[in-house]
């Protein structure tokens, strides 16, 4: 059975793009621990970070570099933190988040019901802020 981020990335169910390539994409996750909180999942259905391939992991990598930086430029966090979890989805994912302190990367505080336009908006922001730093993988 396909993953939830597969049925996302084949357009069974909707998601809040900012990045789309042909091996990764980056989408707003609808629990965001920070507005801005953007997950990065390769194309290929993988469960463990482990079992990348190199050069995928290399491309993921700087795939949430690229959204990393949109963030900065989007929110000004003092930092923009990212990690690999991957216990609730069995398909590898990075998780890319404005933080201000390292309570923010804990998943204690994520929300459960965000307000959808929150999401919209912080969606929007990202974009820009990837076209503005001259990438052309922004999602439409």
Do not use: C
Request: glycine share 4%; aromatic share 6%.
């Amino acid at each position: 059975m396909a993953s939830v981020f597969s049925r996302i990335i084949r357009g069974e169910l909707p998601g809040r793009f900012v990045w789309k390539d042909e091996k990764a994409v980056a989408f707003l996750t609808i629990a965001p621990i920070r507005k801005g909180h953007t997950l990065v999942v390769p194309r290929e259905e993988i469960d463990h970070w482990l079992d990348l391939p190199p050069d995928l992991a290399q491309h993921l990598t700087l795939v949430a570099q690229s959204v990393g930086k949109a963030i900065q430029r989007a929110f000004s966090p003092v930092k923009v933190g990212m990690m690999i979890a991957g216990i609730e989805v069995p398909h590898v994912h990075l998780h890319v988040t404005p933080i201000w302190d390292l309570e923010d990367l804990s998943f204690r505080n994520q929300q459960t019901n965000p307000d959808p336009k929150d999401l919209d908006d912080a969606a929007a922001k990202i974009r820009q802020a990837l076209r503005e730093l001259g990438y052309a993988q922004v999602a439409d």
